[in-house]
């Protein structure tokens, strides 16, 4: 186990740390506004496959009828 | 000769239009393609833009690290170790011979997630060692 004694850190360092931490807050927030972005971007690809499911729904219908009314009628 | 036979279609007119009306869909259909592909490339310049922020994030984070006064950790000794079969104690870290071998094989070629995954249990080391 390690002692938890105190740490001294020169000043002109922990000045640059200070610059470091407000930058990786920064990157930080961007990060998370990207991945938000990464989930909307993914919601809408979500929709668009829900529609295409819809459509092929549909045109299947279509063509039911069609085959309906060309062949099966046609056999009674 | 021979005869032609004909297969009479009680109402064309529904049957052409919802012909139509399938094709017009399938076209829709590949409109929709069109924007979904614009969405997929949407997707990956911003993973793309996500992954050079989480790299300046470890960079960042090395720097971080270097600022702050180096503390020597403990190394690990090397630990008695006791054989389950004979009961006898053997050190951790001697090679027998046959190991030795082994070691002069060729390391496989590392990706980037096993470095990852290296790096991860270096930190977990790490972080064990603060506890």
Redesign the interface.
């Known amino acids: 186990m390690m002692e938890n004694v105190p740490v001294f850190v020169k000043i002109g360092d922990y000045k640059e740390i200070v610059e470091i931490l407000g930058l990786t807050r920064e990157k930080i927030s961007q990060a998370r506004f990207l991945l938000s972005k990464i989930g909307e971007i993914k919601a809408q690809e979500d929709a668009v496959i829900a529609d295409w499911a819809r459509e092929i729904e549909e045109v299947e219908q279509r063509v039911d009828d069609i085959d309906k009314t060309l062949v099966h009628k046609q056999l009674k | 000769m021979t005869e032609d036979f004909f297969?009479?279609?009680?109402?064309p007119k529904?049957?052409r239009r919802?012909?139509v009306?399938?094709s017009r869909?399938?076209v829709?259909?590949l409109i929709?393609y069109e924007?979904?592909k614009g969405?997929?490339e949407?997707?990956l310049q911003?993973?793309e833009?996500?992954k050079s922020?989480?790299d300046?994030?470890v960079v960042?984070?090395r720097?971080?690290r270097g600022?702050?006064?180096k503390?020597k950790?403990?190394k690990m000794e090397s630990i008695p170790h006791e054989c389950p079969e004979t009961g006898s104690k053997k050190k951790i870290g001697k090679k027998t011979t046959a190991k030795k071998k082994e070691v002069k094989k060729k390391p496989p070629v590392k990706s980037r997630l096993d470095k990852l995954r290296e790096k991860i249990e270096e930190y977990e080391s790490k972080i064990s060692?603060?506890?």
């Open positions: 297969v009479g279609v009680r109402n529904d049957v919802e012909l009306t399938s869909s399938l829709e259909a929709k924007k979904y969405l997929r949407q997707k911003t993973l833009e996500l922020t989480m300046e994030l960042l984070n720097k971080l600022r702050l006064p503390v950790r403990k060692t603060l506890q």
